[in-house]
Structures are given as structure tokens and as C-alpha cells.
């Protein structure tokens, strides 16, 4: 029920924008602790570690105090199994390459159906089969992978910085103008 205003009657609800916003600008938090807590969600999310993305996150808003907690779950979930995560490993991938040496290389020969076995993940020859499929991909991902994760921490700062930055000058011109 939307509250009554004495000057212009009723007044609308605030946009999605305008709430996020109001998120984002919490009054106890420094912009730098908004900053650290987008950098860590950030980094995080370019972890090579799948499958713990959630978990590490949680840890970090239950171990760390004054952080802003639903921005490190969100920035966190950048990498998703929807729209990101093929493009992250690929990413991971071709940059751990690099750093071996190896240059722009396509991705080995893998038999991808053996990740698909019910006896890769039941049977003890079945998983060696798998990690022996995934041999020659894991050492370049999961060095690109952490130097992503790595790199991702002071990007994810500087931005969310500069971000929080503004729009609390803009909230408090905003503010003072009425």
C-alpha cells in the first residue's frame, strides 16, 4: 500500500533502479567497503574451482564483517551456467595457454561423452578415464584461471570505487537541492 504524501497526494512506488540503487549506497558502508565487497564477489566468480563459487562466497560474508553482503552473493553469480560460464573456462583456458607458451591453441582432443558416464563418476577406472581426458586441458585452465580470479579483484574495485563514488555525490546533491 503505497504511503500518503500531505503535498502530492499518493506517491508511486521507487523504480527497480532507483532500489538497487538505494542497495548499492547503504549509509553504514563506506564506498570502500562496497568496493571490496563487489571486488571479492568478482573475483570470486573467475575462480577455476567450479562448484564452490556459492560456498566461498557464503564463507567470506560469514568470516568478514562490514561487508555488503548481497553485493558479494551477486557479483559472485556473474558466473553463471547460462550466460557465462562456457565463456569464462574459454577464457581461462586460452590465457593459461598463453602463459605456458603454448599461444591462441584450440582446445585438445577430448572425448567429451566420457564426462557424460554414469561409471566416470561410479567407478574408479571410469574417473581415471575422465582425468585422463581432461589432462591436457586442466594445467592451462586452472592457471588462467587463477590469474583471471587474481586480476579480477583490483578491476572489480576500482570500478565498483569509482561507481559507489558517484552515485552517492549524485544522492547527496540530489539531497541538498531539496
Known amino acids: 500500500m503505497p504511503h500518503k504524501d500531505t503535498d502530492a497526494g499518493t506517491t508511486s512506488k521507487p523504480s527497480f533502479w532507483a ?25 570470486i566468480a573467475w575462480n577455476p574451482i567450479l562448484g564452490l563459487h ?25 558466473n553463471n551456467p547460462i550466460f557465462t560460464m562456457m565463456p569464462i573456462i574459454f577464457a581461462s583456458f586460452w590465457l593459461g595457454n598463453i602463459l605456458l607458451g603454448n599461444g591462441f591453441v584450440a582446445l585438445p582432443d577430448v572425448d567429451w561423452a566420457v ?18 581426458e581432461l ?8 592457471l588462467g584461471g587463477a590469474v583471471l580470479s587474481i586480476l579480477a579483484a583490483p578491476i572489480g574495485y576500482w570500478f565498483m570505487l569509482k561507481l559507489s563514488r558517484k552515485m552517492r555525490k549524485t544522492r ?5 537541492n531539496l
Open 54 to 78: 556459492t560456498w566461498i562466497a557464503l564463507a567470506c560474508c560469514f568470516f568478514i564483517k562490514k561487508l555488503h553482503r548481497p553485493l558479494l552473493i551477486l557479483s559472485t553469480f556473474i
Open 135 to 142: 589432462k591436457p586441458v586442466a594445467k592451462p585452465y586452472f
Open 115 to 132: 564426462m557424460g558416464r554414469m561409471s566416470s563418476y561410479t567407478s574408479a577406472a571410469g574417473f581415471m578415464q575422465m582425468v585422463g
Open 19 to 43: 532500489r538497487f540503487r538505494n542497495q548499492i549506497l547503504l549509509p553504514e558502508l563506506t564506498p570502500e567497503q562496497v568496493a571490496l565487497s563487489f571486488a571479492l564477489g568478482f573475483s
Open 172 to 176: 547527496d546533491n540530489t539531497a541538498s
